[in-house]
């Protein structure tokens, strides 16, 4: 007779159809859009960082694994981390510092808070932050794409304070569309950014509310205060940011109305940092910051249960 053990777990407990291994790869499927722009601007180096940074990751989750005497298992999550931390990147950064950021990123921002479901922060984010604090220089150094229009530009990244502009505007929104500009490695093409978002919001990996809202809200506030609108959405790491890393399952509200008050949040903080604060970016720290309220985010807005009737006060 067939010994049949009877599963207990805690809820939920309907299969959605993708399995933890299965959402990470098609993550990482996605990002391979951002990625072949980064290659194709940035030259073959962007691929050695790339690999650095997965390698790294993934190492890091083994020998912290067994360092706590837990099963490794490859389930795709330290090669999304590695390669989101990679296209946060600047383009020219040293490769073992590449290293160090993902070992962050891994040990520290994720495993030390228990593993995948159980960090606060968004790792690759985390990482980013890391090195920005101990590598100030190397994190801002930056290069324009060898395809750019020299004669058009000065300043390496549009977000920067020397950045200016000689062509019409056409040609720059073009140029920051199709990804002909400096900056990290994966904010560069626009137009690839939102293929790759448009495949996991299309398989329903990522929820658009975060997304649009974080963006509509960055696009209205930079029109309240007088800032070329189509320029503040599509400079920087704001699309990339706004698609692959807001949207990340463990450090973002569970609930629909949560997420749009997630979404707003961080708007308001890119605009507030972008403009009123030392940094030319405001992404990485406004995901950051908002990873930290999502807690209580998902401890007040909440689902009403199915047949919930509130209890009437006695006459």
């Not at 990482?28 to 790294?56: C, D, E, K, R």
């Not at 360092?67 to 950064?93: H, W």
């Not at 900056?183 to 398989?203: D, F, H, K, P």
């Amino acid at each position: 007779m067939e010994n049949n053990k009877l599963l207990i777990s805690h809820a939920p407990h309907i299969w959605g159809g993708f399995s933890t291994s299965k959402i990470m790869f098609i993550v990482a499927f996605a990002l391979l859009f951002p990625t072949a722009a980064a290659i194709y601007f940035f030259g073959y180096y962007a691929i050695y960082m790339i690999l650095a940074s997965v390698s790294a990751a993934v190492l890091s989750e083994f020998v912290i694994k067994k360092l706590r005497k837990k099963r490794f298992i490859m389930d795709g999550s330290s090669v999304v981390t590695g390669l989101l931390l990679a296209l946060t990147l600047p383009p020219r950064i040293p490769l073992w510092m590449v290293a160090i950021g993902a070992f962050f990123s891994i040990a520290i921002a994720r495993e030390a808070f228990g593993g995948l479901g159980y960090n606060i922060f968004n790792p690759a984010l985390a990482g980013r932050a890391f090195l920005s604090v101990c590598f100030p220089g190397e994190m801002t150094s930056w290069v324009i794409p060898p395809h750019f229009n020299y004669d058009a530009i000065t300043g390496a990244t549009p977000l920067g304070e020397n950045f200016t502009y000689q062509a019409d505007k056409l040609s720059l929104y073009k140029d920051l569309f199709f990804g002909n500009r400096g900056g990290s490695l994966g904010e560069t093409s626009v137009m690839l950014i939102l293929i790759g978002a448009a495949i996991l919001i299309i398989l329903r990996i990522i929820d658009w509310r975060i997304p649009v809202f974080y963006i509509g809200t960055v696009a209205l506030g930079s029109f309240l205060i007088g800032r070329d609108v189509l320029f503040q959405v599509m400079a920087g790491g704001l699309m990339i940011g706004a698609f692959f890393m807001a949207t990340d399952y463990v450090t973002s509200p569970v609930t629909r109305n949560g997420r749009i008050i997630f979404g707003v949040c961080l708007g308001i903080l890119t605009v507030l940092i972008r403009n009123f604060g030392s940094l030319p970016e405001g992404v990485a720290f406004s995901i950051l910051i908002m990873n930290a309220f999502t807690p209580l985010i998902d401890r007040y807005i909440r689902i009403k249960p199915f047949g919930f009737r509130k209890k009437e006060k006695n006459a």
